[in-house]
């Protein structure tokens, strides 16, 4: 036997220059401790008596007898007359091993000590007993009656013991597989790639069921319930793994599945401590897969060099140590491999620094040490240094160990760390090789917090290689300037690195601009190596902030002053700033005038302004060798003295199209006389009408033509004494309304008036076209009737909608009209929802009626 591995050994680097690291894992290969021929023509099943150092090995139907060997495979005896004999299971006391004869019709009893028959149990013409398990104090087989598959059960304790078919156990097709434990029987038949199986409470003896369903599985070459009673485990071929299920509802367990490496399994044995072994005889990974203590990933792989593994032919000894394993050679020829350390987990040892090695300085070789199996928590690791043993290491719980160590000066240190193995897990070594050695520094270019001619301020660090290292207290950087123009160099004194943060802060004053290199050098310690760097700055000038509080108003003739502030001082004496003010008088060709500035920047401005509106005044500084110019500016408005302004029409509304008069009339100012007259009908848009001077009595008249509500504004912009003012009038306009009679037959004329003439019998039609186009809105009809000397209305019509043509006809209807004058005339009435015209009348219409 051999066990598949990674390769033994692998060097690699952890950090360049730092260790070399080999990791081992070493001992003894798995292997089969022996392997014997079996004389079998077939093999059925395989069962393990530890107590009395024997194997039994049934071949199954067509045989006649079961094969005895001790636990080397030597074979002990064969016992005969023992017809179809198949499944195989050992009594609870150990006493005997029970054999379902499949040709016999019966299950033997055979007594562990003399390896002869002491009972033998009838189960039915025909029956063909195909499995055994004991359970419940009972023994229960699975058979054949009447071409199905039955459950039937024997009290071996009874006076005349014989089998009793067990009806109520499900229904099976064939003889179905039998599994038992803790009072838990399970049973199991073929369905193609699925398996019916039924658990049952057989604890008392009499059998109720738990479950009965299909699972996945197929032609089981291994089927087992855990000592508990709570799994059943299941290995068939058809499958890629081992299933396992609860027997309480036949669910997947968890961990529900063992593979084989992608080869369906064809074995399963497992142990008292849960260790299970699955085997499979397909594929690279062809052998025995061992899981210790329901751990989905497998502790070890293990091959058969004697062949591949038959069905169900996997069994643990009792002394958990011994796995016994079947194989059938490519000649048909059985061998028993007998596996003597099967359990034994690789184990590998893995070694790194966990931090820069340094002299004087504390570091730790840390480690893991990994095993397909369980982690042998709080095993100790030999550790020594160069050859001389160093204290023991423990493992943690999740694998991992570490190794604290100081080295007084530089060199290689070689460490090894040796795990000597266990009951469970293999030897292994590792070793490091660490090259302690001074850290490398720097100084990266520092971070600046002023760069001015009177105050230079920067803060520095001093860091180490990967961060580590601690800086003692009293650590120190050297500092020189040097002035890029003039090449003087200056000494400045040491400044202190805190070992906290590893920075440090220089301060100077280099007293003018220009460009300066600063000189930064560390002198290293025990620890540290030395290290310098340059950092150059370009020093500017001042870039000085000029603010004004000037007024927001202020009074036109009236003396003006307000202050003015220039930062970044101080400045020298006599230097000047510039004033200039702007304003309606000014806005071409300013007023200017100089203020001093103060030493410590202050400005003052005094004027007295005499032209009102905005008065924009601009303060100017043109700099010195260490300022720069700065610039600001602060609007003052100067009061002005308020207008009269209105604006008129000549009428409150006018006919549609009709021309209007709109006079804008100018109050008192001081030298500006223009007005703007602005006209926007509604919904429009503002647009200009003119701009003039005013006539000597304050009057601008312009013509405007109405075609809907217009509203005029007047603007008067303001001059230099009287401030800006604006007045508004609304003109309204009406309707045109076009109307014709239609349907006279002639006209006539009565006091100078024409008349319509129609006969009685006719319906005079009253067309109304309104203009602009009013579709939607509405127009009346008033008829009135001439008598007595004076017209009477006879009738005022609702309100007709216009068409979208803007457009209504109405048609009159005459009666007791012969020899009357009559009159008609429309009223366009405005809703809501117009508001450009007026509501308008229309012009009389004048008929009259004859026979």
């Not at 089981?220 to 299941?234: I, M, P, S, Y």
């Not at 108003?553 to 020298?572: E, Q």
């Amino acid at each position: 036997m051999s066990l598949k591995q990674v390769s033994l050994t692998a060097a690699i680097s952890v950090v360049a220059g730092l260790a070399t690291v080999t990791v081992g894992l070493t001992g003894p290969v798995a292997r089969a401790d022996s392997t014997a021929p079996l004389p079998l023509s077939h093999y059925a099943h395989m069962l393990v008596d530890a107590a009395h150092q024997h194997l039994f090995f049934s071949q199954g139907a067509g045989s006649t007898g079961i094969l005895v060997t001790d636990l080397s495979g030597t074979p002990v005896t064969t016992i005969e007359d023992e017809p179809g004999a198949t499944g195989l299971a050992l009594s609870a006391d150990g006493t005997a091993v029970y054999a379902a004869l499949s040709d016999g019709a019966a299950v033997a009893a055979i007594d562990t000590a003399t390896l002869t028959d002491s009972a033998r149990y009838p189960t039915g013409t025909g029956s063909a007993p195909a499995s055994v398990a004991v359970a419940g104090g009972r023994l229960w087989y699975g058979y054949t009656a009447d071409g199905k598959g039955a459950i039937g059960s024997i009290d071996p304790s009874a006076a005349d013991p014989a089998g009793t078919p067990q009806p109520s156990m499900s229904h099976w097709s064939v003889a179905p597989l039998l599994a038992a434990g803790a009072g838990v029987l399970a049973a199991e038949e073929p369905q193609q790639s699925l398996s019916h199986v039924a658990t049952f409470d057989v604890s008392s003896g009499t059998a109720s069921t738990k479950a009965d369903t299909l699972v996945y599985g197929g032609t089981a070459g291994g089927f087992q319930v855990t000592a508990d009673g709570a799994k059943v485990v299941l290995a068939a071929p058809q499958q890629l793994a081992a299933e396992v299920y609860r027997t309480a509802d036949l669910s997947f367990a968890n961990p529900s599945a063992y593979g084989t490496g992608g080869a369906g399994p064809n074995a399963l044995a497992l142990d008292a401590d849960g260790t299970l072994a699955v085997g499979s005889v397909s594929g690279s990974t062809a052998g025995v897969h061992v899981y210790a203590g329901w751990n989905p990933l497998a502790e070890n792989h293990l091959s058969l060099p004697s062949g591949t593994l038959a069905p169900d032919g996997l069994r643990w000894g009792a002394d958990g140590l011994t796995l016994y394993g079947v194989v059938r050679d490519s000649s048909g020829a059985y061998t028993l491999d007998v596996l003597g350390a099967p359990k034994l987990a690789d184990t590998q040892l893995s070694l790194s620094l966990a931090q820069y090695p340094v002299p004087t300085q504390p570091y730790s070789v840390v480690g893991s040490l990994t095993t397909r199996g369980l982690i042998p928590v709080g095993a100790s690791l030999q550790v020594t240094r160069d050859g001389a043993p160093l204290p023991d290491a423990t493992l943690a719980k999740d694998g991992t160990f570490a190794i604290g160590d100081t080295s007084p000066d530089e060199g290689a240190r070689v460490y090894q760390v040796t795990y000597a193995g266990d009951a469970t897990h293999r030897p292994a070594t590792a070793s490091l090789t660490a090259h302690v050695s001074r850290l490398p520094t720097d100084i990266p270019f520092p971070e600046l917090s002023s760069v001015t001619p009177r105050s230079v301020v920067f803060t520095g660090s001093l860091t180490t290689q990967l961060n580590l290292g601690s800086l003692p207290q009293g650590t120190t950087v050297q500092v020189s300037r040097t002035n890029e123009d003039t090449q003087e160099e200056t000494r400045l004194p040491s400044v202190a690195v805190d070992p906290a943060t590893t920075e440090f802060t220089v301060t100077d004053a280099p007293g003018s601009a220009g460009r300066f290199t600063y000189h930064l050098s560390y002198a290293g310690d025990a620890t540290h190596l030395p290290t310098a760097s340059d950092a150059s700055l370009q020093v500017s000038p001042y870039a000085p902030a000029l603010t004004l509080k000037a007024p927001a108003t202020a009074g036109r003739g009236a003396a003006l002053t307000f202050g003015g502030t220039l930062g970044d001082g101080p400045f020298d004496a006599g230097e000047k700033a510039t004033v200039s003010r702007t304003d309606a008088a000014h806005a071409q060709t300013p007023a200017t005038w100089t203020v001093p500035v103060a030493a410590d920047g202050t400005i003052t401005v005094k004027d007295t302004p005499s032209i009102g509106g905005a008065n924009t005044y601009t303060v100017s500084y043109p700099g010195d060798a260490s300022h720069r110019a700065a610039t600001a500016s602060a609007i003052v408005q100067v009061s002005r003295a308020a207008t009269a302004l209105s604006v008129t029409t000549d009428a409150s509304s006018y006919a549609y199209g009709a021309t209007a008069t709109v006079t804008a009339h100018l109050g008192t100012t001081y030298d500006g006389r223009t007005v703007s007259l602005y006209a926007q009908p509604y919904g429009g848009s503002k647009a200009l009408v003119r701009t003039g001077t005013v006539d000597k009595a304050g009057n601008l008249a312009v013509p405007y033509k109405l075609t809907r509500n217009t509203t005029f504004t007047a603007s008067f912009a303001g001059d230099y004494r009287y401030a800006p003012a604006t007045a508004t009038r609304t003109a309204y306009d009406q309707v045109r309304i076009a109307e014709t009679l239609g349907g006279s037959y002639t006209s006539t004329t009565y006091g100078g008036i024409a008349y319509r003439v129609y006969h009685q019998s006719a319906k005079p039609r009253v067309t109304s076209v309104v203009t602009p186009n009013k579709s939607g809105q509405c127009v009346k009809l008033q008829a009135q009737e001439y008598y007595s000397g004076a017209w009477h209305t006879l009738t005022t019509s609702g309100c007709y909608p216009l068409d979208q043509n803007s457009t209504v006809v109405t048609q009159l209807t005459l009666t007791h009209a012969v020899g009357q004058k009559f009159r008609v005339r429309s009223e366009y009435v405005h809703s809501t929802k117009d508001v450009t015209s007026l509501s308008t009348w229309g012009g009389w219409l004048y008929f009259t009626v004859r026979t």
